[in-house]
């Protein structure tokens, strides 16, 4: 979606959730493909109009290019609806308009990062390779981790936007997990200017744990990428949403009017028990490893647990795609995780004990990295 297009939905939120009705057009909605059959199920299953309304709004802002006039043509054709549609479209009529007087700015604004020296380079199509492992299923006592599918799904679709190619791995056994990162690793990434890689599991301080429960150590899978000769001085990016551990956050100032995360049907003592089944001491940050052009985008702290909804996704992975599909032309990574700490420890809370969060990116990175698209 058009960051304008994505603007006006979020500046028309209140309007939006308080008039939107999605039951009468969810037909409409699969057939368009603006929802997944996932994604619908999840809408379907939020109590009440409002918070379906908002639970579609979310997942529309991280759809493609034609997903806001599908939208508007959804609304065009359901009764009652017509009319916010009217309403919308006049919006954005009115932006083309201030748009025009105004002047469009954006093509001098444009550059070539490639001949600035404190810059990545990123102009190859695709920009590099993505791989999304996604643990859902574990054994062993560690519990189902509910919503992160909504996550992968997210992460999907915006490194996709973001021109990656994307590959996207499930229920990966610890070995598993090893053999892809390693062999991720090995591949020819010549014509490429950047990877990825998202790991989506419970984890430890330092470590993460694969579909059989047992632990991997971080600084072992980023270690595979360290001596890549395809990737030497090309930027390598890891978002890591795990937990770090089993310390939860008071916080300080605590408002209200916040989603439950996945463990909110559970007791604390219960999730620590589950979720955690090892020395988290073993693991220390000095062996991250050290080598220049990486970055580890952690969703909590060392110590921490990390909070995920079931029917939104994580706290983190929520805040990190919305802030790269608003910023991501405009500002780079580093900036851009800033804003999203700043998302996660503002405007996110569990509604049981009222637990907060904050993200710890580790930035190792030696230029800036814009994601311009072309």
Known sequence: MEE?????????RVYLTD???????????????LLSDNEFELMEAEKTTKHKAEFLLGKLTRKGPDAFGKFLDVLRKTSGQEYIAEHIAKQL??????????????ESEDYDA?????????????????????????????????????????????????????ERLNDRKSHQMQKDLLDFAKADHSKYDCVIVAILSHG??????????KLINVSDLVGYFKD?????????????????????DDGVNVPDGFDDPDISSATIDSYIANALCGDETDAKLSTLPSDADFLLSYATTPGYVSWRNQARG???????TQVLYKYADKEHLVDMLVKVNEKVATEFQSSTGAKKQIPAPVVMLTKKLYFKRK
Not at 22 to 32: A, G, K
Not at 314 to 320: E, G, H, P, R, T
């Open 4 to 12: 304008e297009h994505r603007e006006l939905l979020r500046s028309n």
């Open 19 to 33: 008039n939107l009705d999605p039951s009468t057009f969810s037909n409409l909605l699969l057939q368009e493909k």
């Open 93 to 106: 009529e009115q932006c083309d308009a201030d748009a025009a007087q105004n002047g469009d700015s954006s």
């Open 114 to 166: 490639s001949k600035l020296t404190d810059q990545y380079q990123m102009k190859s199509n695709p920009r590099g390779r993505a791989l999304i492992i996604n643990n859902k299923h574990f054994t062993n006592g560690l519990r189902v981790r509910t919503g992160t599918n909504v996550d992968a799904d997210s992460l999907e679709g915006l490194f996709k936007w973001l021109s990656f190619k994307v």
């Open 204 to 213: 430890e301080n330092g470590q993460i744990y694969g579909t059989d429960a």
């Open 228 to 248: 890549c000769e395809s990737l030497a001085g090309k930027p390598k990016l890891f978002f890591l949403q795990a937990c770090r551990g089993g310390i939860m």
């Open 314 to 320: 994580s706290w983190y992975i929520d805040a990190l």
